[in-house]
């Protein structure tokens, strides 16, 4: 099965702080996503990367970075955490334009 | 960006009884796709469709590419507890070259009362 690990299911970081959120998978997809979950507002893309070292700003990409200096690990940086940043944040990649995503558990991140 | 409108927001039913939701937009997708997502955890692909007009299973969950390719419906049969969770659809165009993304529904939130 592919899998998609992200590094820490629960975060809790100060206001100010850079904040780094880490995903890793193991199929050798090319294509690869940073999402956050609110409630309410479903799913919104931050950044994705559709090959190494590059990157596209999705949907919400102020406040957030991105790294892709491997192919089956896509990063994701909060350069100044924000209390506004408190979110469910999914990682997903994807093989080619014909499947579907797999997602990680997630990381929920609280900023105080 | 492209939209899909994703309904009913939240269902409260009782076990036993048969789910229905849907997803409409106004632009044409050549793939919808059908996600859950339990509890704490991130979204796991139930069901995938390539075809207007198809008609997928999966268990006692059944999905359908509505012939105009700008919507798709999931059914689930005989609910059960575990069934508790948010649906998203997903849709993929291939419009602008950017053929690898999907466009998500905000999802639909099942509640199932034993």
């Known amino acids: 099965d592919v899998k998609v690990t992200q590094s820490s299911r629960y975060l809790v970081k100060r206001t100010g702080e850079k904040v780094f959120l880490e995903c890793v998978q193991d199929?050798?997809?090319?294509?690869m996503f940073w999402y956050r979950q609110d409630p309410g507002l479903g799913l919104r893309l931050i950044y994705f990367s559709y090959d190494v070292k590059m990157k596209e700003k999705g949907d919400i990409p102020e406040g957030y970075s991105v790294s892709r200096e491997k192919k089956e690990r896509f990063s994701l940086i909060l350069e100044s955490a924000s209390t506004n940043q408190t979110s469910m944040y999914l990682c997903?990649?994807?093989?080619?334009?014909?499947?579907?995503?797999?997602f990680g558990s997630g990381t929920r991140l609280t900023v105080v | 960006g492209q939209q899909l409108n994703q309904s009913p927001q939240s269902m409260f039913i009782q076990e036993g009884e048969d789910v229905s939701m849907n997803c409409t937009s106004s632009?044409?997708?050549?793939?919808w796709l059908w996600y859950k997502q339990d509890p704490g955890e991130g979204p796991v692909l139930l069901i995938a469709l390539y075809k207007a007009g198809e008609l997928t299973s999966n268990g006692r969950l059944t999905a359908q590419f509505g012939i105009t390719r700008k919507d798709s419906f999931l059914n689930i049969s005989a609910s059960i507890p575990s069934d508790v969770g948010i649906y998203f659809c997903a849709g993929r165009s291939r419009s602008g070259g950017s053929n690898y993304k999907l466009t998500f529904g905000k999802g639909t939130l099942l509640t199932v009362n034993p």
């Open positions: 199929m050798d997809h090319e294509n």
């Open positions: 997903a990649s994807s093989f080619g334009g014909t499947y579907g995503y797999t």
């Open positions: 632009s044409i997708f050549n793939t």
